[in-house]
């Protein structure tokens, strides 16, 4: 009988750990928005397009490294931890680059 309350107590314990795992990749998934998501406001084809190429050439003043990071995340609709398994680099060096990419970008845009 033992065995069989440590058993449940451990199974308990993991699907608890893999609900968490789930809602922790949830949360990041409805925090870094993707584009291929959103429905455009608009159905203009000369508009979208020059939008799309304006995208394009502020992504080519990034560096390289900064440059996949931030399509992988916003123009494919990835996580930073899919993308760093990807890349392999960690999570963290992930959001560093987004974060710094994100403020060059911000710097030039304006």
Same mark, same amino acid.
């Given at each position: #009988? %033992? /065995?069989t309350e440590i058993y449940e107590h451990y199974?308990? %314990?993991i699907y608890r750990i893999g609900w968490r795992v789930q809602y922790q990749a949830k949360k990041i998934r409805n925090? %870094?928005?993707s584009f291929n998501d959103k429905e455009?406001?608009?159905?203009?084809?000369?508009t979208e397009t020059e %939008?799309? #190429?304006?995208v394009h050439q502020?992504?080519?003043t990034l560096p390289p /490294?900064?440059?996949s990071i931030i399509e992988k995340i916003y123009l494919q609709g990835l996580t930073e931890v899919e993308v760093a398994? /990807?890349?392999n680099i960690s999570q963290q060096a992930v959001n560093k680059w987004k974060r710094k990419m994100l403020a060059q970008l911000s710097l030039i845009a304006k």
């Open positions: #009988m %033992e /065995q199974k308990t %314990e925090r %870094e928005h455009p406001f608009y159905s203009n084809f000369a %939008e799309k #190429m304006w502020l992504l080519d /490294q900064g440059k398994k /990807q890349l």
